[in-house]
């Protein structure tokens, strides 16, 4: 079965410094990759995901995430984190579960940014 | 726009009485899927729908029903609702389930006192 882990629940950084929210993964066979932000009173939205091809994935708003097969993990980044990035972010991975693909969520890291 | 609407967005009720927290989608997609989010849990998968008249449990059903008579609509249904289903759902689809990313609505948040 797969399972996601999030470190930190909560993570603080200065604004301008740099985002390093981590992601392991367990799976059994290789899995596609997300990352969802959520911000105060909405509901998710993609941040970027991980097929096959390229591991190091860029998505919107400067984040990106390096896929690492062999720590299996999948931890987010950017280099300069602006006010706007306060938000919670939560983790995904989709395998081969039961017959269909199934998503399972971590259990999600917010991000407070300090002016 | 390409949206997952959700309805209402606040209820509260009691212990009990019966509610139907509605989702549609405007994609056509054929996978939905209702999730309960509660903290320090993240998001936990209620149940899913392949396509119409396929539904599925997923990871905690108890307590909730659901149905897909229709592509677009996949509502929720809480037939005698506890205090421990207070939480903040949301209704999510996707054009291909778990390849492509889920859409999400703006979440409902129930509160059962």
């Known amino acids: 079965a797969q399972s996601v882990t999030q470190l930190g629940s909560h993570v603080s950084v200065s604004e301008g410094a740099l985002v390093l929210l981590r992601c392991n993964y367990s799976?059994?066979?290789?899995?596609?990759l997300f990352w969802y932000v959520q911000y105060p009173n909405q509901g998710l939205q993609l941040l970027l995901k991980?097929?096959?091809?390229?591991?190091l994935v860029k998505g919107i708003n400067g984040f990106e995430a390096e896929f690492k097969k062999s720590e299996t993990s999948f931890h987010l980044t950017k280099p300069s984190a602006h006010m706007s990035d306060a938000a919670e972010y939560f983790c995904?991975?989709?395998?081969?579960?039961?017959?269909?693909?199934?998503?399972?969520f971590g259990t999600g890291t917010k991000l407070q940014v300090i002016p | 726009e390409a949206q997952v609407t959700q309805n209402p967005r606040y209820l509260i009720t009691v212990t009990g009485k019966k509610l139907t927290v509605t989702c549609s989608q405007n994609?056509?997609?054929?996978?939905m899927s209702w999730y309960r989010q509660d903290p320090g849990l993240g998001l936990r998968q209620i149940y899913y729908?392949?396509?119409?008249?396929?539904?599925d449990k997923g990871d905690v059903p108890e307590g909730y029903k659901v149905s897909r008579k229709e592509k677009r609509n996949f509502p929720l249904i809480l037939e005698s609702p506890s205090p421990n289903q207070t939480s903040l759902y949301f209704c999510?689809?996707?054009?291909?389930?778990?390849?492509?990313?889920?859409?999400f609505g703006s979440g409902t948040q129930l509160s059962v006192l």
């Open positions: 999510a689809s996707s054009d291909y389930a778990g390849y492509e990313k889920l859409f």
């Open positions: 994609m056509n997609h054929e996978y």
């Open positions: 729908s392949m396509n119409v008249e396929v539904t």
């Open positions: 991980y097929t096959t091809g390229a591991t």
């Open positions: 799976s059994s066979v290789p899995p596609y």
């Open positions: 995904a991975v989709s395998d081969q579960s039961g017959g269909y693909q199934k998503v399972t």
